[in-house]
């Protein structure tokens, strides 16, 4: 599975879009890039996938650039509960005997 | 539907002590995971079971046995706890056939004197 790079941080105001960036350059055709978000202490919990096009879902959007090689991931509308860790994860269906890998994610901080 | 549920929500044990950890996930999902949380760590897979019958190990299966007990409930055994293994033990299923979205279960937190 493609390795992921995410910023450390990053803070939002409440209301204001929250854009956050994945790199994986080394993806594969057939893997796909999902999200999965942790608020604190609880279990992480999905949030969207895609593979070549951009998907939207009740919860937020994903953009995927032309080449595969990053993402975006576009909470329209955060709010304080957005607060979490948020991560990037690029894996081929099936492979690497079926775990997702959980790097250390980027910590969004959504403010007043 | 409550998804994935995971008992004891807490648990302290004394080294060398044995206990096992429960999870059971109401989605009819086939494939169901072990993963354990260190501060300020990412996830890492304890063991798994594709369906029911099967198990395989995963990253760090050492310390710990597993049982898929039928297509709900998969548990995780610590035959003998070590402080290593003070952690906090997310349960989490898969939809499957045709994606990996893992659902995840709100977690037991371990410490081991």
């Avoid at chain 2, 994935?4 to 950890?21: D, I, N």
């Avoid at chain 2, 190990?57 to 070590?82: C, I, M, Q, T």
């Avoid at chain 2, 402080?83 to 371990?110: E, I, K, N, W």
Wanted: charged residues 20%; positive net charge.
């Amino acid at each position: 599975d493609a390795k992921t790079t995410q910023p450390t941080s990053m803070d939002c105001a409440e209301g204001r879009a929250a854009n956050l960036p994945c790199n994986h350059s080394t993806i594969s055709g057939n893997e796909y890039v999902y999200w999965y978000r942790q608020i604190h202490s609880q279990g992480p919990q999905y949030i969207i996938h895609g593979l070549k096009n951009n998907e939207t879902n009740e919860m937020a959007s994903l953009i995927i650039t032309e080449d595969r090689k990053s993402s975006t991931l576009i909470l329209p509308h955060a709010t304080l509960r957005d607060t979490a860790v948020y991560y990037c994860i690029v894996k081929g269906y099936g492979g690497g005997g079926n775990k997702l890998t959980f790097g250390t994610g980027t910590q969004l901080k959504v403010e007043l | 539907n409550a998804g994935v549920t995971q008992t004891p929500k807490f648990q302290v044990l004394k080294t060398g002590q044995s206990m096992t950890l429960q999870c059971a996930q109401d989605m009819n999902h086939n494939s169901m995971y072990w993963y354990r949380q260190d501060p300020g760590m990412g996830l890492r897979l304890i063991y798994y079971s594709a369906s029911e019958g099967t198990t395989d190990k995963g990253e760090v299966p050492n310390g710990y046995n597993v049982s898929r007990l039928n297509k709900r409930e998969f548990s995780l055994r610590l035959e003998s706890a070590a402080p290593s293994q003070t952690s906090v033990y997310f349960c989490a299923s898969r939809r499957g056939h045709t994606t990996d979205t893992q659902y995840f279960g709100p977690g037991t937190r371990l410490t081991v004197l």
